[in-house]
């Protein structure tokens, strides 16, 4: 550590502790809630008591009840989406809440005569007016995608609301139809078509105007996320760039993560000083760091509370993944957060490895047996390999690749061959053919990225599913053999994590709670190769390096994990492939030769 970190006053342990629920929001959002179960009660059954308001209503249209009906349910519907906009302070959710409640209101009034809805809504009203400056969260990045899911759930949603519609009023009801003709008549409904199902008196309009309501409701919605201007997606630019790699030039050994702050889906806030830098990602309203820092160690805490403002101004959740012990102790003690220990980071010596001896023997065995076999290993840098040969690798990661959405984002760097990456090293295992295959005599991949000047650190593993057992294993011990020649000292492995828990629960004396949560990821590790990671890179002998997690509370925990999964690439929520948006290609470095890798990470 090249220096202590300064302690900082109030700001950031005070206004800096993360956006924390204000309670007026919060209540706001809760009462909005319940506003809005009001208002669609209103509007789907029938009236609850007498009404004590008859000679009000006499004077009042008849035909005006149907449209008070769709009025009260479609403001109720409107009121529940924005309930959570609210509780997360958002500008334009307040916008649309003032508008609503009193039409809301208007609704409940002439529909129900009810003076307590009318109350309730005003009431709800009064503090979104008052406290209208807790409401000033800016908007989330957004994206097309969010059209079709909300035509999705909006119209399941409109589907189950106008079943208890059609079944609200079984004493004016026509006969007595099936369970078919009442899905067939909210189908008809909400596409503005008279149904099978019919009703005495008025009761035919306002069901009909209901569904249509619920109909026109989320075809509006749907339209409007489809044709709003995009916000476009975390991107670093040229300068974000160039900046983030200067620091990493005199900071970079700090952090065997800190070449992945490099990715290019990655957004980017600096330190007033510009001598400290955090990289994110905005995922499922979580504000997501990775690693460490960049930079100077003293200039930290300025880019923390970049970092801290810009969650606070859009109401996003903060959280770091990944990041060290020393990144975690400024973390919470600038700003108040929480930190828990998330798994370990294998680091190998070079100077201390060697397959001699009793502990390395099955690797020692596995490599020989493939070496036997007639494949020969390749470790070089990525600025020392023709244009034609990284092609040919590229290729080969892409079609190895096990998944169709791309793994990895705290500790992979999404690209190979990038000719500002000429430091990365790669690793290749080849084996001649009689019938060579579109990638030739490449049979596997390893790809490393620096860790300073004497480091590196692994980034993707990617092999032919046809060759042998063991090619990532030939290939570690590969890099690791000509590491001396390339000037590098350690070598960064594979991330395992609960490694603490796993190992300790297998040893003799370990307790009830101890055994059963390593049983549980055990159980788990069938998805998530949590067990099959800590093995295979224990095989190395490595030392452990402990990883964190930073949050805000333990309520946050599960969304932060959600989030996580979704920007590591284990949960995938994008569109399906034939409706995607094509990817632009990135853009080009000033003095590449040819166009960088296309493939987003």
């Given at each position: 550590m090249s220096g202590e970190v300064p302690a900082r006053t109030g700001r950031l342990r005070g206004v800096l502790r993360g956006p924390r629920p204000e309670a007026?929001?919060?209540?706001?959002?809760r009462a909005c809630t319940l506003v809005g179960?009001?208002?669609?009660?209103?509007?789907?059954?029938?009236?609850?008591?007498?009404?004590?308001?008859?000679?009000?209503?006499?004077?009042?249209?008849?035909?005006?009840?149907?449209?008070?009906?769709?009025?009260?349910?479609?403001?109720?519907?409107?009121?529940?989406?924005?309930?959570?906009?609210?509780?997360?302070?958002?500008?334009?959710?307040?916008r649309a809440a003032v508008v609503l409640l009193p039409a809301g209101a208007l609704a409940q009034f002439t529909y129900r005569h009810s003076l307590i809805g009318v109350l309730i809504s005003l009431a709800l009203l009064a503090p979104l007016l008052r406290h209208r400056s807790e409401f000033e969260a800016l908007p989330d990045p957004r994206s097309r995608w969010r059209a079709l899911a909300n035509f999705v759930l909006m119209g399941a949603g409109s589907l189950l609301l106008g079943l208890?519609?059609?079944?609200?009023?079984?004493?004016?009801?026509?006969?007595?139809?099936?369970?078919?003709?009442?899905?067939?008549?909210?189908?008809?409904?909400?596409?503005?078509?008279?149904?099978?199902?019919?009703?005495?008196?008025?009761t035919s309009w306002t069901v009909a105007f209901s569904l249509g309501a619920l109909g026109l409701?989320?075809?509006?919605?749907?339209?409007?996320?489809?044709?709003?201007?995009?916000h476009p997606a975390a991107r670093l630019t040229e300068d974000d760039e160039t900046r983030l790699r200067a620091l990493l030039d005199k900071h970079g050994g700090r952090d065997s993560l800190g070449h992945f702050a490099l990715r290019r889906d990655?957004?980017?806030?600096?330190?007033?000083?510009?001598?400290?830098?955090?990289?994110?990602?905005?995922?499922?309203?979580?504000?997501?760091?990775?690693?460490?820092?960049?930079?100077?160690?003293?200039?930290?805490?300025?880019?923390?509370?970049?970092?801290?403002?810009?969650?606070k101004a859009h109401s996003w959740t903060p959280a770091v993944m990944g990041c060290s012990e020393t990144g975690g102790e400024v973390w919470t003690r600038e700003t108040g957060l929480d930190a828990l220990e998330l798994g370990d980071e294998a680091v190998v010596k070079v100077a201390d490895f060697s397959l001699a001896g009793r502990a390395m023997r099955n690797v020692r065995q596995m490599v020989k047996r493939i070496e036997r076999a007639g494949y020969e290993t390749r470790v070089r840098r990525i600025r020392d390999l023709s244009e034609g040969e990284l092609d040919r690798i590229r290729r080969a990661a892409e079609a190895w690749r096990g998944t169709d959405t791309e793994r990895?984002?705290?500790?992979?760097?999404?690209?190979?061959?990038?000719?500002?990456?000429?430091?990365?090293?790669?690793?290749?295992?080849?084996?001649?053919?009689?019938?060579?295959?579109?990638?030739?005599?490449?049979?596997?991949?390893?790809?490393?990225?620096?860790?300073?000047?004497?480091?590196?650190?692994?980034?993707?593993?990617?092999?032919?599913?046809?060759?042998?057992?063991?090619?990532?294993?030939?290939?570690?011990?590969?890099?690791?053999?000509a590491a001396p020649r390339l000037g590098i000292t350690r070598v960064s492995l594979n991330f395992a994590m609960f490694r603490a828990a796993l190992a300790r629960g297998e040893k003799i004396g370990a307790?009830?709670?101890?055994?059963?949560?390593?049983?549980l990821l055990v159980f788990l590790s069938r998805w998530f190769q949590i067990e099959s990671l800590y093995k295979f890179n224990a095989k190395f002998r490595p030392y452990w390096e402990p990883r964190f997690v930073v949050y805000r509370s333990s309520r946050d925990l599960p969304r932060i994990g959600?989030?996580?999964?979704?920007?590591?690439?284990?949960?995938?929520?994008?569109?399906?492939?034939?409706?995607?948006?094509?990817?632009p290609a990135p853009r080009p470095c000033a003095h590449a030769v040819t166009k960088r890798d296309a493939r987003a990470a």
């Amino acid at each position: 550590m090249s220096g202590e970190v300064p302690a900082r006053t109030g700001r950031l342990r005070g206004v800096l502790r993360g956006p924390r629920p204000e309670a007026v929001p919060a209540l706001v959002a809760r009462a909005c809630t319940l506003v809005g179960l009001l208002d669609i009660a209103a509007g789907v059954f029938p009236r609850f008591r007498n009404s004590r308001m008859h000679t009000l209503a006499e004077v009042l249209p008849g035909a005006f009840g149907p449209f008070a009906a769709a009025l009260s349910l479609s403001a109720g519907v409107l009121l529940l989406l924005l309930a959570h906009g609210l509780r997360r302070r958002k500008r334009r959710a307040w916008r649309a809440a003032v508008v609503l409640l009193p039409a809301g209101a208007l609704a409940q009034f002439t529909y129900r005569h009810s003076l307590i809805g009318v109350l309730i809504s005003l009431a709800l009203l009064a503090p979104l007016l008052r406290h209208r400056s807790e409401f000033e969260a800016l908007p989330d990045p957004r994206s097309r995608w969010r059209a079709l899911a909300n035509f999705v759930l909006m119209g399941a949603g409109s589907l189950l609301l106008g079943l208890v519609i059609v079944s609200a009023h079984p004493n004016r009801m026509v006969g007595n139809p099936s369970l078919a003709d009442r899905i067939s008549h909210v189908l008809y409904g909400l596409f503005g078509f008279q149904g099978p199902v019919d009703y005495q008196g008025n009761t035919s309009w306002t069901v009909a105007f209901s569904l249509g309501a619920l109909g026109l409701l989320t075809a509006v919605t749907t339209i409007y996320l489809a044709f709003r201007p995009e916000h476009p997606a975390a991107r670093l630019t040229e300068d974000d760039e160039t900046r983030l790699r200067a620091l990493l030039d005199k900071h970079g050994g700090r952090d065997s993560l800190g070449h992945f702050a490099l990715r290019r889906d990655k957004a980017v806030v600096f330190s007033p000083s510009g001598k400290a830098a955090v990289t994110y990602r905005v995922v499922s309203g979580v504000m997501l760091a990775s690693g460490d820092p960049i930079g100077d160690v003293e200039a930290w805490p300025g880019a923390i509370e970049r970092f801290m403002d810009e969650a606070k101004a859009h109401s996003w959740t903060p959280a770091v993944m990944g990041c060290s012990e020393t990144g975690g102790e400024v973390w919470t003690r600038e700003t108040g957060l929480d930190a828990l220990e998330l798994g370990d980071e294998a680091v190998v010596k070079v100077a201390d490895f060697s397959l001699a001896g009793r502990a390395m023997r099955n690797v020692r065995q596995m490599v020989k047996r493939i070496e036997r076999a007639g494949y020969e290993t390749r470790v070089r840098r990525i600025r020392d390999l023709s244009e034609g040969e990284l092609d040919r690798i590229r290729r080969a990661a892409e079609a190895w690749r096990g998944t169709d959405t791309e793994r990895g984002f705290s500790m992979a760097l999404g690209r190979i061959g990038d000719p500002e990456d000429g430091d990365c090293l790669i690793a290749t295992a080849h084996k001649e053919d009689t019938d060579p295959g579109p990638y030739g005599d490449l049979k596997a991949v390893l790809h490393f990225v620096p860790w300073g000047t004497d480091g590196v650190s692994l980034d993707l593993m990617r092999r032919d599913r046809s060759a042998d057992p063991g090619m990532n294993e030939l290939l570690i011990v590969a890099a690791l053999q000509a590491a001396p020649r390339l000037g590098i000292t350690r070598v960064s492995l594979n991330f395992a994590m609960f490694r603490a828990a796993l190992a300790r629960g297998e040893k003799i004396g370990a307790g009830p709670v101890l055994r059963a949560w390593r049983g549980l990821l055990v159980f788990l590790s069938r998805w998530f190769q949590i067990e099959s990671l800590y093995k295979f890179n224990a095989k190395f002998r490595p030392y452990w390096e402990p990883r964190f997690v930073v949050y805000r509370s333990s309520r946050d925990l599960p969304r932060i994990g959600f989030a996580a999964m979704q920007a590591e690439g284990f949960v995938n929520l994008a569109l399906p492939r034939l409706l995607r948006r094509r990817v632009p290609a990135p853009r080009p470095c000033a003095h590449a030769v040819t166009k960088r890798d296309a493939r987003a990470a």
